[in-house]
């Protein structure tokens, strides 16, 4: 059954969901070897300026991949909340079909009321 238009493919979005959470779990480990990675390059550089450069730079981007993790987190739960949603408004028009269908009249009922007329 389909929502207003929608064909949502649930199989389909768990499976993206679950892709996108294998991805984004490693970037707190590779934030942290990034950080590494740019010290151990500014000191092996031998340079002050250099070593400077790579400092200010890293922290100008010390939040990039953790931003990136909290607004992967963010788009899943939307997602996830908007196919409960979807799938909550499905089980309402089924229930609500289900219920028409229990209070229309038997096809034995209207028969014998035409015959009576």
């Given at each position: 059954?389909?929502l207003?238009?929608?064909d ?11 892709k ?11 934030a942290k070897?990034?950080?590494?990675a740019?010290e151990a390059?500014?000191k ?6 250099v070593n400077?450069a ?6 100008h ?7 990136l993790a909290?607004?992967?987190s963010?788009?899943?739960r939307?997602?996830t909340?908007?196919t ?24 034995e ?5 035409g015959?009576?007329?």
């Amino acid at each position: 059954m389909t929502l207003r238009g929608w064909d949502i493919n649930l199989g389909g979005v768990r499976s993206t969901i679950a892709k996108t959470i294998a991805a984004v779990e490693p970037l707190e480990k590779q934030a942290k070897a990034y950080a590494d990675a740019m010290e151990a390059a500014g000191k092996a550089s031998g340079s002050e300026v250099v070593n400077a450069a790579l400092l200010g730079f890293g922290q100008h981007h010390l939040y990039t991949l953790p931003l990136l993790a909290r607004r992967t987190s963010n788009c899943i739960r939307g997602v996830t909340l908007a196919t409960n949603a979807y799938l909550a408004g499905d089980r309402e028009m089924a229930e609500r079909a289900h219920r028409t269908a229990l209070t229309a009249p038997r096809p034995e009922d209207l028969l014998r009321k035409g015959r009576r007329k």
